[in-house]
């Protein structure tokens, strides 16, 4: 199960990393914290994202999200159950 995990970290990173160029990314699987929740017995996970992105200047919160969203929506819902982010502009950290 680490390895699916794993696999799934590396993909959300390559598809972060592929469309919004981020200058700062972290992904962290937290599925543990999530076991025996409804969303986990459909095998989907849970992860946390920090990403900082030239890309995020001048956008709104929920635009950024949409952003990171639309970059992985191959996966949610079926491996990503929950995705938290935290989304900034270089020039907000």
Do not use: C
Not at 11 to 22: D, F, Q, S
Not at 25 to 42: F, I, K, P, R, Y
């Amino acid at each position: 199960m680490n390895q699916i995990r794993d696999t799934r970290v590396a993909r959300i990173r390559a598809a972060l990393e592929t469309r919004l160029a981020p200058v700062e990314l972290v992904v962290d699987d937290d599925s543990a914290a999530h076991a025996g929740h409804a969303g986990a017995a459909s095998g989907g996970g849970h992860y946390n994202v920090r990403i900082v992105s030239l890309q995020f200047e001048g956008l709104k919160l929920v635009t950024r999200h949409r952003l990171v969203y639309d970059s992985v929506h191959d996966m949610m819902h079926k491996e990503i159950h929950a995705l938290a982010i935290t989304a900034l502009a270089p020039s907000e950290i």
